[in-house]
């Protein structure tokens, strides 16, 4: 049974000195966010946070959505070997249905272990580009066949990508769901896609429903990089805002779309927040960072973090982890 993430801070307890910090983390725009309430087994907070502005080029698809937000992180042109990366990653698709005269297609699909970008190619709205903004959708709902055993829950957000010459509306979907133990979203499987009315911030555009089903072959991700020993980082006290403690994460693992942590101590939760100054730096000088994370605990008491890079990565051009000014190199 799927739930979605509730509003941030809901169900975590923390200072509103802390809450404002978090929100500080970082100068980039916010988009809609979802996210999860504590379960049995599964504790989570998922910030989610993206940027960019719409892509001005006319029949854009989803390798130069990524192509532009990485320019924009980086300064840099993004590198062939990074495009190589996104269409290893990327589906075609071409989908679609139609309600009350608007077709919405699900152009083609990107995916890594537990991340979907769906970009959403949507014709017939009367709508002008000053216009196009918000949470675009007013309900959104997914099934995944077969169904990783722990997906209990998700959590979504749209982001504008553009329009097409056509006049049709191109948006981004990311599709979080929470996946725990050696659940992907790789293997191949069945998707039926809900979308609810159309809107434009709390104006309902288009009332309707549109359900897309569509196939995801199987994908196959390089292997991951991996930090032989733990590392310290500093965080946030949550009672003493005098003290600086630092925090140890062990069996780090950096994959082409996320940045896996184990608390070495799990009671630290209680006590500290760890800051998501999370990044990569590239071979050629280029910085990437993540769009948001999530925690959650295992069935045998370990503690995970989770952040999801901005862009798929080509691990092979990656020279270290960062956070903050603290740097790790990677072999």
């Known amino acids: 049974m799927e739930r979605k993430y509730r509003d941030m801070f809901g169900e975590v307890h923390a200072s509103d000195r802390l809450k404002q910090e978090v929100l500080n983390m970082t ?55 990074q495009l190589g990366m996104i269409d290893q990653l990327t589906q075609e698709i071409g989908a679609g249905d139609t309600c009350n005269g608007v077709t919405v297609t699900v152009d083609s699909v990107t995916r890594g272990e537990s991340i979907l970008w769906i970009l959403l190619e949507i014709d017939g709205l009367e709508i002008t580009p000053e216009e196009a903004s918000g949470s675009f959708f007013a309900d959104m709902g997914m099934s995944i066949t077969p169904q990783p055993e722990s997906m209990e829950s998700f959590g979504y957000d ?3 990508a553009g329009f097409r010459e056509n006049g049709a509306l191109m948006v981004l979907l990311r599709y979080l769901p929470l996946l725990t133990e ?15 009315s159309f809107t434009l911030g709390e104006r309902t555009v288009v009332e309707g429903t549109w359900n897309i089903s569509f196939s995801l072959e199987k994908a196959d991700l ?19 805002p005098e003290e600086r403690p630092e925090v140890e994460f062990r069996d780090v693992r950096i994959t082409p779309t996320e940045l896996h942590l184990v608390w070495a101590d ?29 925690g959650y605990d295992l069935p045998d008491g ?6 999801y890079w901005k862009v798929p990565i080509d691990l092979t051009q990656v020279e270290a982890l960062k956070f903050g000014e603290l740097v790790f190199p990677l072999h």
Request: hydrophobic share 45%.
């Open 222 to 240: 390089p292997e991951s990089l991996t930090l032989e020993n733990s590392i310290w980082v500093p965080a946030l006290p949550l009672d003493t």
């Open 158 to 160: 749209f982001e504008e």
């Open 302 to 307: 370990r503690a995970v973090k989770v952040y």
């Open 266 to 294: 799990p009671e630290m939760r209680e006590k500290v927040m760890a800051p998501g100054y999370w990044s990569l730096l590239m071979k050629d000088g280029a910085e990437i960072s993540h769009c948001g994370g999530v």
């Open 27 to 81: 100068k980039q725009r916010r988009s809609q966010r979802r996210h999860i309430p504590l379960a049995a087994l599964i504790a989570a907070v998922l910030v989610v946070v993206l940027a960019g502005t719409a892509l001005a080029m006319a029949n854009a698809g989803i390798r130069d959505w990524f192509a532009q937000h990485w320019r924009e992180e980086t300064g840099h042109v993004i590198h062939v070997d």
């Open 182 to 196: 050696e659940d992907t979203l790789l293997d191949a499987c069945n998707v039926e896609l809900r979308l609810g």
